[in-house]
Structure formats: structure tokens, C-alpha cells
């Protein structure tokens, strides 16, 4: 059993960097890991994931270039860089894991999942 705790996440200012991390307890080598996000009265949206061999990382297109994810499998953390915040990108931020496979942006697809982390950028 898998489990996945995020953190790093708080209030900041447009235009600030924030680093969210996702620990996972239980083997998540072979997982592919994800990001996604849910603003408030919204559906959870898929941020961008990478597999567990290599394939990606994989951003929906509108965060590409502002966001970054990376792994380290043999801490079992994954990791979400986001510049250039925008009060756009409040939302809370899960992280999630599905055994094999390729970043898929369904929320089905994914058996594991934190609690998530709340990320508030005022403007």
C-alpha cells in the first residue's frame, strides 16, 4: 500500500517561485507520479506527471514552461517547481501515483492520492 503526503505549499505573491514535494511511503520506483490541481468550486485538473522510467515529464500545455516536475525515486519524492505564480494558480495541489503506465491527465486513472496542499498566490 501506497501512501502520499504532499507539502510545501502556502500563501505567496504573484510572481513568486514555491516548491510543493510529495512523499510517498511504500515502493513508488515502478509508479507513475502525478500532479494535479483543484481551484476552488472547480474540477481537479491534471498539472503534469512523469513515469516511473523516465517517460515525460508531461505538463498540460497552458503550465509548460512555468511549472517543472522531477523525481527521485530512490528518495521516493516527487517534486513540483513553480515559477512566475499567478493568482490563476490558486488552487489545492495533489500528487498521485497509478502502478506503471504513462502520465495520464483522468483523474480515474490514478489509485493513489494525497491529501493535498493549499497554494494561495494573491496578486
Known amino acids: 500500500q501506497v501512501q502520499l503526503a504532499e507539502s510545501g505549499g502556502g500563501p505567496v505573491q504573484a510572481g513568486d517561485s514555491l516548491t510543493l514535494s510529495c512523499a510517498a511511503t511504500?515502493?513508488?520506483?515502478?509508479?507513475?507520479m502525478a500532479w494535479f490541481r483543484q481551484a476552488p468550486g472547480k474540477e481537479r485538473i491534471f498539472v503534469g506527471g512523469?513515469?516511473?522510467?523516465?517517460?515525460?515529464?508531461n505538463y498540460v500545455d497552458s503550465l509548460s514552461g512555468r511549472f517543472e516536475i522531477s523525481r527521485d525515486n530512490n528518495k521516493e519524492t516527487l517534486v513540483l517547481q513553480m515559477n512566475n505564480l499567478k493568482p490563476e494558480d490558486t488552487a489545492v495541489y495533489y500528487c498521485?501515483?497509478?502502478?506503471?503506465?504513462?502520465?495520464?491527465?483522468?483523474?480515474?486513472?490514478?489509485?493513489?492520492w494525497g491529501q493535498g496542499t493549499q497554494v494561495t498566490v494573491s496578486s
Open positions: 498521485a501515483g497509478r502502478t506503471g503506465g504513462t502520465p495520464s491527465p483522468r483523474t480515474c486513472d490514478y489509485h493513489y
Open positions: 511504500g515502493s513508488t520506483v515502478r509508479y507513475t
Open positions: 512523469i513515469s516511473w522510467d523516465g517517460i515525460g515529464p
